[in-house]
């Protein structure tokens, strides 16, 4: 059985960046490949929107897999680093941290419905809540704004 690491790193309030790339939040790979499925767009990001703007992307497995790495880059970044006044931006992600969880893994289209598509691109997190640690996790997100992570999860950032 492998135990994974969790860290804790307190988000920075400073603007957040992956890449050199075209986008701070594409990489440069990534970009290419956008750019080369929707040539008439201005940018990565543009070239992003508009295969997220085809409503069967998720079922595509072409598009979905260039929606990939972008989306679950730019949800780690939003989870992980974005916050407000020390604490996560998401509601969500606040409450479990809050309650002394760890940021386990996303799942890419977790799901699938529209309200899960609207709201999120189809993914999911999962939230683990390790007893040894609940308590320690707990206060230094409330001292320090730290968020637990796992290996696992901190590949996207």
């Not at 960046?17 to 440069?28: A, E, F, N, Q, R």
């Not at 972008?70 to 479990?96: Q, T, W």
């Not at 890419?108 to 007893?131: C, F, H, K, P």
Request: aromatic share 8%; charged share 15%.
């Amino acid at each position: 059985q492998q135990q994974q690491q969790q860290q804790h790193i307190v988000p920075s309030s400073s603007s957040t960046t992956v890449s050199t790339g075209t986008h701070p939040l594409i990489g440069d790979q990534d970009a290419e490949a956008l750019l080369r499925a929707y040539p008439s767009s201005s940018s990565p990001l543009a070239a992003l929107n508009m295969l997220l703007a085809n409503p069967g992307w998720y079922k595509d497995d072409a598009l979905s897999s260039l929606a990939k790495a972008p989306l679950m880059r730019l949800a780690a970044k939003y989870l992980y680093c974005e916050s407000r006044r020390g604490r996560a931006i998401d509601p969500v992600a606040n409450f479990h941290v809050r309650n002394g969880a760890c940021i386990e893994q996303l799942n890419w289209l977790g799901n699938t419905n529209r309200t899960g598509l609207d709201q999120s691109a189809g993914m999911m997190v999962n939230y683990r809540y390790d007893l040894s640690n609940i308590e320690s996790n707990h206060e230094a997100y409330v001292r320090t704004g730290s968020i637990p992570s796992s290996d696992k999860f901190r590949l996207w950032l």
